[in-house]
């Protein structure tokens, strides 16, 4: 949840690691401070609030410093103040850190330590690792062995950047079940909890596992385990460039996002042709799968119900998805001939990552897509597919989730041909409407007029209160993703059901002043989404309708429409999902909403 930068070389560190922060605000945005080694002694700055409020703060003081640490908070333990922001402090001063994650066995340590006489000046249970190593120091003359003594000390998951005025240049780093990864420059090294914090300085980074500690100097990198055991590791190459993670003109990143998504979806199907045309996924036999388990959570979840209509249609493989939260407590059947998937756009989900480890000690062979290079998931699975959406720094996702789709929509068509449940006609026409996706994509978001359109929906509908959104087969997912995107910027109630239950309940809560918004693209249930639209007329409720062109019975019916490019039902998600994040997008900017960092919400959930 939280962002961690650091940095070590001869550029003055004060500006490195604002910048740092701003790049990993997605991360967090409840406090934010820095920790600077300045003529020997270490200086803290923290502040509650935005990373602008802190660097206000820094701009007068000329500080010269060349080594220190960051962090922007996302509040786990501990309201959002000065005092429980993070950099946090050794009772001598001599000792700063930074911590992202959670200590379970943070109250056993801190009535340790009181007792021990130290003195806690913040709520949170970050604050007792770094009286933990001072502690241990008393010990331990060398820092680096007091601050692996530290390590086996500490229960649950922690990503944690230490500096000391004992070693003054140096920063000493460690991570289990959080991620934390090392940017590589020329006499100077950086760390950050994600590649976007460095990726202005360096395009070569170092991926720490589990249980790896480093030390980082200006011109050397050691990492070994926390039993000190030196580990050798290989530099990885990003191929993401700077200008794809900044705003690029636009007012906020989920608009540029949201735009970039033809690009993103071309780059996904290029990206994995090679074992596309060659119907070989590594390490994965599809005539040998039995079942398919779909692991995942938040917009990847619907990503995944996507998935299983796709793997059963295509592929005739019975598909199962779950919420990556409940999989391991709700001790599931997995067997040997099972295919786990898991899909998260950062690779470090916390409750993905444990449920994928379930499944692999169950014998299952477990295939990941994932956005990030190098990334956890990537490292533990089976085998991983790659999405091409370059960096997503917006918190509510958009361009990693049509990527998502373009996988699940190759894989697919792979295992159904490979299985011999596709026919090669059927195959190549599907694969052909693939790769018209993306100039469809660009053929909506380009016309003015239907941008246009949204947002004088948006217009009209930003004051409501609560909102439905239906849809039904393929499309259902799609309207609980559209729910989401709208609870999660713009704080309405917003619930997605299948169009069909909606006598079942939801029926109840039509009127006026509750819009429904409708997935009523050409399919083989249209007939019965106009049967549920004329359901909800008859009770006066506002109907929006995302429609293919030259569209008669539901444009009649409906209050406002959305016209997309008609396609294949099965592919329809790909295209329909995008007016729903335009209208997500701009009722919260008419709201005057944080579009990028919603409040409470973090880019990657990486505790559970």
């Given amino acids: 949840m939280c962002g961690i930068v650091g940095y070590t070389g001869d550029r003055i560190a004060e500006y490195v690691l604002i910048d740092g922060l701003k790049r990993l605000e997605y991360r967090g945005y409840d406090s934010a401070g820095i920790a600077l080694i300045v003529d020997s002694r270490i200086q803290v700055f923290k502040k509650k609030g935005k990373i602008r409020e802190l660097e206000r703060e820094l701009r007068p003081l000329n500080l010269r410093a060349t080594t220190g640490i960051g962090h922007t908070r996302w509040a786990t333990h501990g309201s959002p103040t000065d005092l429980n922001a993070h950099p946090h402090l050794s009772c001598d001063g001599r000792i700063a850190l930074v911590h992202n994650g959670i200590i379970e066995n943070y109250q056993e340590l801190k009535r340790e330590l009181a007792e ?8 949170t249970d970050s604050e007792v690792v770094v009286h933990l190593i ?4 008393k010990r331990e003359k060398v820092f680096k062995r007091a601050f692996l003594n530290a390590l086996s ?7 944690l950047a230490v500096i000391t005025t004992q070693e003054p240049t140096k920063i000493f780093v460690a991570r289990k079940d959080s991620p934390l990864v090392i940017g590589l420059g020329e006499e100077e ?3 950050a909890s994600d590649v976007p914090a460095f990726l202005a300085y360096t395009d070569r980074a170092i991926f720490l596992n589990d249980f790896e500690a480093a030390v980082i100097d200006r011109s050397s990198v050691e990492v070994f385990t926390f039993n000190g055991e030196p580990v050798k590791k290989e530099a990885v190459k990003i191929p993401w460039s700077l200008a794809q993670a900044e705003k690029g003109g636009y007012k906020h990143f989920m608009l540029k996002e949201i735009n970039e998504q033809p690009r993103a979806i071309a780059d996904t199907i290029s990206g994995n042709l090679q074992w596309f045309e060659s119907g070989k996924v590594e390490g994965i036999e599809p005539e040998e799968v039995e079942r398919i388990t779909v692991v995942a959570c938040g917009t990847s979840y619907h990503a995944g119900l996507i998935g299983k209509f796709l793997f059963e249609n295509l592929a005739k493989i019975p598909t199962e998805v779950d919420y990556a939260s409940e999989f391991r407590y709700r001790d599931p059947i997995v067997k040997n001939r099972d295919l786990v998937i898991s899909i998260t756009q950062s690779g470090e989900t916390a409750d993905t990552l444990a449920a994928m480890r379930l499944a692999k000690e169950r014998g299952a062979k477990v295939l990941t897509i994932c956005n990030v ?12 597919i790659y999405t091409y959406a370059g960096p997503e720094i917006s918190v509510a996702s958009t361009k ?7 996988v699940l929509l190759l894989l697919a068509l792979c295992f159904g041909r490979r299985r011999g449940k596709l026919g090669q006609r059927e195959f190549d026409s599907l694969f052909k409407e693939l790769m018209s996706i993306p100039s469809k994509a660009e053929a909506f978001l380009n016309r003015e007029k239907e941008e246009e359109r949204v947002k004088e929906i948006a217009l009209k509908l930003y004051r409501a209160k609560n909102a439905l959104y239906l849809g039904r087969h393929v499309n259902y997912p799609i309207a609980l993703e559209g729910a989401l995107k709208l609870k999660e910027i713009s704080y309405i109630h917003a619930e997605g059901y299948p169009a069909g239950e909606m006598k079942h309940g939801p029926i109840a809560l039509i009127d006026e002043t509750v819009p429904a918004v409708f997935l009523a693209t050409k399919s083989p249930v249209y007939e019965k989404v106009l049967s549920n639209i004329e359901e909800v007329k008859a009770r006066k409720g506002r109907v929006v309708a995302v429609v293919n062109p030259g569209d008669s019975a539901v444009s009649k019916l409906a209050d406002f429409k959305i016209e997309v490019p008609e396609t294949h039902p099965l592919l329809s998600p790909v295209l329909n999902v995008i007016p729903l994040q335009l209208l997500a997008y701009y009722i919260a900017d008419f709201l005057g909403y944080d579009v990028d ?9 990486t505790v559970e």
């Fill in 373 to 384: 290079i190098g990334s956890t998931a990537t490292r533990e699975a089976d085998t991983v």
């Fill in 400 to 406: 990693a989730f049509t990527t998502q789709l373009t």
């Fill in 134 to 137: 001072e502690e241990e120091l």
């Fill in 153 to 159: 000390r500490l229960k649950g998951s922690f990503a």
């Fill in 116 to 123: 021990l006489g130290h003195t806690f000046r913040s709520e």
């Fill in 597 to 605: 960092q919603p409040r409470n919400l973090a880019k990657s959930v």
């Fill in 189 to 191: 090294n950086f760390v």
